[in-house]
């Protein structure tokens, strides 16, 4: 092949030169045919050089080809796992929160790292500002005392005298009833009696005066009695009849106008009777309603300040903090937990500290976990319940088991304002029970064990190279190898599971050069597609070798993906690729 394109090189070359020599011909000069010749002699030279160069390339690619190791496909065991880095953390700890309003600050601080037993002093916080508002609150608690008090007597004397007007308009009312009564049945009889004796002494006495009148009218007739005697007998009869005449007007007037004038009176006066009591009850009933509302008001006060006063007094109590269980002392470690302090967030004696913050935690080292964080595209491989062994940093030599025992929901942002384009999904491991003496915040290097491949057909993965989305292999075959498309399954970094595409026993290149790269037929361009995990610069996913490698980058993977004349191995003549070990675990992408 590089025979071939050497050949072309060098006829382009002589054509090129042919050219340049019939454009630059002049029969008539002499100088002319000396240039011609030079220029044949120089094409001939560069024709057998590049011929030369050709040959010896042709035959040292083909020497490469030939010393390429192949491998014999068949079934191999192996274990696909995840090796994820985290830290240790006690399963249950008790963290120990600052239950103190507004902002204090810490004037005992218990060394960290200290076991201690419930109810031994961990953190005193100055309660300065606390005494100062309890002896405020104290003596406004004496006056609302004082108030309330007030309030109360005054209730009770505006119920007594509300009782006292009360009884008197009931009195008035009963006075009231008794003089109408007393009207109706004494005095309107009694009167209207008199005035019917008045007509009837009225009426006797004019039939006296007339008998005596008309006796004296004879008599003065004859002249028996002088004229002043007639003349008086006629007045006492006239004046009979006046009396009688002013006793029916009396009786009358009394039963026209002075009997319902009395009796409207008298009515009216209990019906006032019964207003004035109606309206003294009202006004008993608002007066002490006000005083009850008054009373209330001021319970209300006196009890809030008492409440202010119990709160101010627990708050008190709380700046001295103790301990809830036994445990030894870990400090918060501020944002996340971690030890990343900002300005003031690092917890020490003289340092100020707020509501709802936590200090410390107390963790229970009888029941340990493990704690990882793993990548979006990773976590389709987790499960509940998987087998993880666990490495401690700090610990060599020692392993250490658990099983996965939660995965969180959501991604975990708390490092997103540094990248926001990691998603990674907190994942919590159980340890089992252990003698060995594990602490909170140490490293921890987990490998979770995702599956494991028994004797499945597979081939090392840096036997695999993928174009345009789909994987290939190199199988050796008699002139050249022969691209042949596979479907992957499981993969480690050492194994990749064939599920079609290949049978047991056949052979494929361990290795591959950019010669075996153009093997391939070229497919249609895919659609471009957003950069991620296991994906080149250039949308294109990937070897399956290079899935754990670096981040993409312009420089190549792994020597399988450099150039035979690039730096470093020269061409795969030497370098010999051996079959990975089939004892050893593997990871997955």
């Not at 008090?149 to 006292?164: F, G, M």
């Not at 006060?301 to 119990?310: P, R």
């Not at 020692?398 to 540094?418: E, P, Y």
Request: charged letters at 30%; proline letters at 5%; aromatic letters at 6%.
């Amino acid at each position: 092949m590089s025979t071939t394109l050497s050949s072309s090189a060098s006829e382009s070359s002589t054509r090129a030169s042919t050219i340049a020599l019939s454009d630059t011909y002049r029969p008539q000069a002499k100088t002319g045919r000396l240039k011609v010749w030079v220029v044949v002699i120089v094409a001939a030279m560069s024709l057998v050089g590049g011929l030369a160069w050709a040959t010896v390339h042709w035959s040292r690619t083909a020497q490469q080809l030939a010393n390429i190791d192949v491998f014999t496909v068949g079934p191999r065991t192996f274990t696909v796992s995840l090796e994820e880095k985290g830290e240790l953390k006690a399963a249950n700890s008790t963290d120990i929160i600052c239950e103190v309003e507004g902002r204090s600050t810490i004037i005992y601080l218990i060394p960290e790292g200290t076991a201690v037993k419930e109810g031994d002093l961990l953190v005193e916080l100055a309660s300065d500002q606390i005494e100062d508002r309890i002896r405020q609150d104290e003596l406004k608690e004496t006056n609302a005392i004082t108030a309330h008090e007030a309030a109360q007597t005054e209730l009770e004397i505006q119920r007594d005298k509300n009782a006292s007007d009360i009884r008197k308009g009931d009195l008035k009312i009963e006075l009231a009833r008794l003089a109408l009564e007393k009207y109706q049945k004494g005095d309107w009889e009694q009167a209207l009696k008199d005035a019917e004796i008045d007509i009837q002494q009225a009426t006797i006495n004019l039939k006296r005066r007339t008998e005596e009148f008309q006796a004296d009218k004879q008599l003065r007739a004859k002249n028996f009695i002088t004229k002043t005697e007639y003349d008086e007998s006629y007045f006492n009869f006239k004046r009979a009849e006046w009396e009688l005449e002013k006793a029916n007007k009396a009786l009358e007037v009394l039963e026209t106008y002075t009997h319902v004038a009395d009796s409207r009176q008298r009515e009216s006066d209990l019906e006032e009777a019964i207003k004035e009591r109606d309206r003294v009850v009202k006004n008993a009933d608002a007066e002490e309603l006000k005083k009850v509302r008054s009373l209330e008001g001021k319970k209300k006060e006196l009890d809030l300040i008492q409440d202010q006063l119990a709160k101010l007094r627990t708050q008190k109590e709380k700046c001295r903090i103790h301990a809830p269980t036994q445990g030894f002392v870990v400090y918060f470690g501020g944002f996340g937990g971690r030890r990343f302090f900002m300005s003031g967030d690092q917890i020490k004696e003289g340092a100020t500290v707020h509501e709802r913050q936590t200090l410390l935690s107390l963790p229970d080292t009888s029941e340990m976990m493990a704690t990882v964080r793993v990548h979006e595209a990773k976590t389709d491989k987790l499960q509940i319940g998987q087998p993880v062994v666990v490495k401690v940093e700090g610990m060599p030599g020692q392993q250490f088991t658990g099983k996965v025992s939660k995965i969180a929901v959501v991604a975990d942002s708390q490092n997103r304002w540094l990248n926001p384009d990691l998603k990674e999904y907190e994942t919590e491991i159980t340890l089992d029970s252990t003698d060995a003496p594990l602490k909170p915040g140490v490293t921890a290097y987990c490998e979770i064990l995702v599956e494991n491949v028994e004797d499945k057909l597979a081939v090392p993965v840096q036997t695999v190279y993928t174009k345009g989305g789909q994987r290939y292999v190199f199988r050796e075959a008699a002139r050249e190898p022969k691209p042949v498309a596979v479907t992957i399954g499981a993969v480690g970094t050492e194994w990749a599971q064939i599920i079609d595409g290949l049978t047991g026993g056949e052979q494929i290149l361990l290795t591959f050069a950019d010669e075996h790269k153009r093997l391939i037929p070229d497919a249609p361009p895919d659609p471009p597609r957003p950069h991620r995990v296991g994906m080149s610069q250039g949308g294109q996913e990937r070897p399956a070798n290079a899935m754990h490698a670096r981040p993409p980058s312009d420089k190549p993977d792994s020597p399988q993906q450099r150039s035979p004349h690039s730096g470093g191995a020269r061409g795969y003549s030497h370098a010999r690729m051996k079959p990975p070990s089939e004892s050893k675990s593997t990871r997955t992408p």
